[in-house]
C-alpha cells in the first residue's frame, strides 16, 4: 500500500516522466523485418538514417520498417560491426526526425530508464525501470572471432525479443543505449551510447564497416600501488590477464601482469580506453605503450595488425 500523499505523488510524478518519455521517443523507434528475423531500430538523424544491432540485420541487405504510427517503408542496410553489435540502415522513404543521443557516460545506477521496441513484433512497446548496473561486458561475434564489449548498461526494464535495436532513454527522453540482449529474468543488456560508439556509427555512415587494430590481449582495470599513484597522478591502469600466443602483444613484448599505464602517451583505465586506440589508423603502425613491470617503467612498441571477424 502507498504510505500517503507523498508516495502517491511520487507516483505520479514517476508515471508523467515515463508518459513524457514515451511520447518523445516512441515515433523515432521502427520495428524491423528481415526475411530471417527482426527486431527494432531508433531514427538518429534527420534524414532517414537509424541504428540497430548487428544481430537484427545479419546478412540481409534490406528489408521493412514499421513505425509506431502504423507507417510501413523499406530499408537498405548502410553498414554492420559484429564486433559491437552495431548497425546503420537507411530508411528509402519519409522517416521521422532524429531522437537526441545522450551520454551513457553520465549514468549513475538507479537511475530511471526506458525501453522503447517492438518485442514480439508488437511495435511501439514500452516499459520502464532503473540502471542496475554499470560496466557489464557482453560477448558479441560470430562463430570465430568473439569480442567483449565493455561498459554495457545493465537494466531491469522488460525486455523481450524483437526490443533488440531499440532505444534505452534517460529521463529527459535522450537515448543512452541501444538495447541488444536478455540476460535472464529481469535482466537486460544495452550497447552504451558514448564517445566509442559515436565513432563507430560515424565510420558505419561514412565507409560501412569499421576496421580495427588487433594486439591480443585480456585485460582488466586494476588500481596501481600507491607510490605510482602519487608520483603519476593516475590512479588505475589495465592488468593484462592474457596474451594470445604470436600476437602482436607478444611479439612485443608484453607480459601476462603487466600494467598498462599508457597508449600513444595517453592513459589507459580500462579495455574500452584501450579499443579507442585500435581502430583503422592504428593497423601497421608502430604504437607505443608504457607498463608497469615489477615495479618499473617499460616501454613497449607494438604494432597492430587487422582483426578480422572471419
Not at 589495465?238 to 600476437?247: H, K, N, P, T
Not at 593497423?283 to 615495479?295: D, K
Amino acid at each position: 500500500m502507498l504510505g500517503g500523499a507523498t508516495d502517491a505523488a511520487a507516483l505520479d510524478a514517476y508515471s508523467r516522466t515515463v508518459i513524457s518519455v514515451a511520447r518523445a521517443v516512441t515515433p523515432h523507434v521502427a520495428s524491423v523485418q528481415t526475411g530471417r528475423g527482426g527486431g527494432s531500430a531508433v531514427v538518429f538523424t534527420d534524414d532517414g538514417f537509424l541504428l540497430t544491432n548487428a544481430h537484427v540485420v545479419g546478412s540481409a541487405n534490406t528489408g521493412t520498417i514499421v513505425f509506431a504510427d502504423g507507417a510501413e517503408g523499406r530499408f537498405d542496410v548502410v553498414g554492420v560491426d559484429t564486433l559491437s553489435d552495431l548497425a546503420v540502415l537507411r530508411a528509402r522513404g519519409d522517416a521521422p526526425d532524429a531522437v537526441p543521443l545522450g551520454d551513457a557516460d553520465a549514468l549513475v545506477v538507479g537511475q530511471l530508464v526506458v525501453a522503447v521496441g517492438s518485442p514480439l513484433g508488437l511495435a511501439g512497446s514500452v516499459t520502464a525501470g532503473v540502471v542496475s548496473a554499470l560496466g557489464r561486458s557482453v560477448p558479441v561475434g560470430t562463430r570465430r572471432t568473439t569480442r567483449v564489449i565493455e561498459d554495457v548498461i545493465q537494466t531491469d526494464a522488460a525486455l523481450n525479443p524483437g526490443n533488440s535495436g531499440g532505444a534505452l532513454a534517460d529521463s529527459a527522453g535522450r537515448v543512452v543505449g541501444i538495447n541488444t540482449a536478455v540476460a535472464g529474468i529481469g535482466v537486460g543488456l544495452a550497447i552504451p551510447i558514448n564517445d566509442t560508439t559515436r565513432r563507430i556509427i560515424s565510420t558505419l555512415l561514412a565507409e560501412g564497416r569499421v576496421r580495427r587494430g588487433y594486439l591480443g590481449i585480456v585485460g582488466v582495470p586494476t588500481p596501481l600501488p600507491t607510490a605510482v599513484a602519487t608520483r603519476t597522478g593516475q590512479r588505475t591502469a589495465l592488468r593484462i590477464v592474457e596474451v594470445v600466443r604470436d600476437a602482436p602483444a607478444d611479439r612485443a613484448g608484453l607480459r601476462r601482469g603487466d600494467l598498462i599505464l599508457t597508449i600513444a602517451r595517453t592513459r589507459v583505465h580500462n579495455a574500452q580506453g584501450l579499443r579507442r586506440h585500435l581502430l583503422a589508423d592504428t593497423i601497421a603502425q608502430p604504437l607505443p605503450l608504457t607498463v608497469l613491470r615489477n615495479g618499473a617503467m617499460v616501454d613497449v612498441i607494438a604494432v597492430p595488425t587487422e582483426l578480422t571477424p572471419e
